[in-house]
């Protein structure tokens, strides 16, 4: 907690002062700013570890900063400060992300208590953050398989390189986590990547999603917004399901990525970036090709490093390795003690196709965890979990000795996350294949414990 660098924003110069000899004192680093336009400049080229904002500035004020971090997707926690508090403007603070409203003058013990506080629990958030990349992330590339071999060893290639790469694989393969992989191991890792998953935005967004939009371009458009281009100048766009995307926004994609400039929607002066494209596809985009549906130019211009996942029944020798990968950490995760999995049960889950790849796999080790009270998983557990027609002879979700009502939500369990999976996580385009409102899917993935994973 020492080497923390914090961000005091103030307009008055005692405040500066008094606050940065306190935290100088036990041993923080400290940048002061005297206005909010100040403070983002400096947020625009370094990171803190927590910011301290009076609510008073000249030009734009504090709460009008708070909102702009959350718009600039800027995580850093933020403490208020004001000597003329009222409860509507502490209420206004926290509801706009503020993790404490301190009021002036400000005792130093106070403020370094709710600093300290507001650090723990970000770290906190950050480490179960990153126990949940870890969760997706590691199986990505995990495997022994020849196959596997080769992507670690074409990532590491792609990584060397500032050439577009188009991922192919089917769905839950985890191409997004590939293309992470792919930023991580670049010259451009401490930059943005930004994604965008091109199936999911509707086709009148898409642009403004990707080159932005000036005030007033289009009704609602009220104020001037960067786009997911600049956004991630200097780094890093994912382009997941760019075979989805719109022919119109082909052409305009294939401009960018031959010139290096965007224009927003509603502007007229072209803006210069420096992004890496990564795109991604389950399509076989040379039939798409064939079908008139996409541009050949903007497939060679994507196409310069093509890297394939295979699919999991190709490497049905890593099911072991990704399977006690997986229980590890769903018993973390879901703070259950820890479990071993049989060799028979091992034999089970090898013999199933897994349509959704290591994504289905994860799911069925994590219900595993979260169905099997005992220590020992067992070959009946397994294959109790798996879909029905494929576990047991006849294909059943009965299990021995257990009421039905744990048996109806298993089933319904298994059911809606393979409906999920089948769309890529996005909840209302399965809560329409399931003949559900989406809230009441919402409701319904709540009580069975169904994590999120993929779009609205």
């Known amino acids: 907690m020492a080497a923390a660098t914090i961000l005091v924003v103030d307009d008055e110069q005692n405040i500066l002062t008094t606050v940065s000899r306190a935290l100088g004192l036990e041993g923080y680093a400290v940048e002061v700013a005297g206005s909010a336009e100040i403070a983002l400049e400096k947020l625009a080229k370094e990171t803190f570890d927590a910011i301290l904002?009076?609510?008073?500035?000249?030009?734009?004020?504090?709460?009008?900063?708070?909102?702009?971090l959350g718009k600039r997707g800027i995580p850093t926690?933020?403490?208020?400060?004001s000597g003329h508090a009222t409860i509507e403007t502490a209420m206004e603070a926290i509801r706009r992300g503020a993790d404490d409203f301190i009021e002036k003058p400000i005792g130093s013990d106070r403020l370094l208590l709710s600093l300290k506080r507001s650090l723990e629990i970000h770290e906190l958030q950050r480490e179960n953050r990153e126990l949940r990349?870890?969760?997706?992330?590691?199986?990505?590339l995990l495997g022994q398989s020849?196959?596997?071999?080769?992507?670690?060893?074409?990532?590491?290639?792609?990584g060397n390189s500032n050439a577009s790469v188009l991922i192919f694989g089917e769905r839950g393969t985890g191409k997004e986590l590939v293309a992470s992989a792919i930023h991580a191991a670049s010259s451009r890792a401490n930059r943005a990547l930004e994604k965008l998953n091109c199936a999911a935005v509707p086709e009148g967004l898409i642009e403004s999603e990707l080159f932005g939009h000036e005030a007033g371009a289009f009704t609602g458009a009220t104020k001037q917004r960067r786009g997911k281009f600049e956004r991630a100048?200097?780094?890093?766009?994912f382009l997941d399901e760019v075979g989805d995307m719109p022919a119109q926004m082909q052409a305009k994609l294939l401009r960018v990525l031959q010139e290096g400039e965007i224009e927003r929607v509603g502007g007229s002066a072209p803006i210069?970036?420096?992004?890496?494209?990564?795109?991604?596809?389950?399509?076989?985009l040379q039939a798409e090709i064939e079908a008139g549906r996409f541009r050949p130019d903007l497939f060679d211009r994507l196409n310069v490093l093509p890297l394939q996942i295979p699919a999991l029944r190709e490497r049905i020798a890593d099911v072991p390795l990704l399977t006690k990968h997986f229980l590890a950490l769903a018993c973390e995760v879901h703070d259950r003690p820890e479990k071993v999995i049989a060799p028979e049960a091992i034999r089970v889950l090898e013999g199933y196709p897994y349509p959704g790849n290591v994504r289905e796999l994860r799911n069925l080790v994590e219900r595993l965890v979260i169905l099997t009270p005992d220590y020992m998983i067992s070959e009946a557990h397994a294959r109790a979990v798996l879909p029905s027609g494929t576990g047991e002879p006849g294909g059943s979700y009965f299990r021995p000795e257990t009421a039905l009502r744990e048996m109806v939500e298993a089933a319904e369990r298994d059911l809606i996350e393979r409906a999920l999976e089948f769309r890529d996580?996005?909840?209302?385009?399965?809560?329409?294949?399931?003949?559900?409102?989406r809230s009441h899917l919402y409701k319904k993935m709540r009580a069975l414990g169904i994590r999120r994973s993929g779009s609205e």
């Open 233 to 237: 100048s200097g780094g890093t766009l």
């Open 272 to 284: 210069e970036v420096d992004v890496r494209v990564v795109a991604a596809t389950n399509k076989s």
């Open 133 to 140: 990349r870890r969760y997706d992330f590691g199986a990505s």
């Open 146 to 158: 020849p196959a596997m071999s080769k992507l670690r060893e074409r990532i590491e290639l792609a």
């Open 77 to 81: 926690p933020v403490i208020m400060m």
């Open 53 to 68: 904002l009076d609510v008073q500035l000249p030009g734009m004020d504090g709460l009008a900063l708070l909102a702009e």
């Open 425 to 437: 996580g996005h909840v209302t385009k399965t809560a329409a294949d399931l003949g559900l409102e």
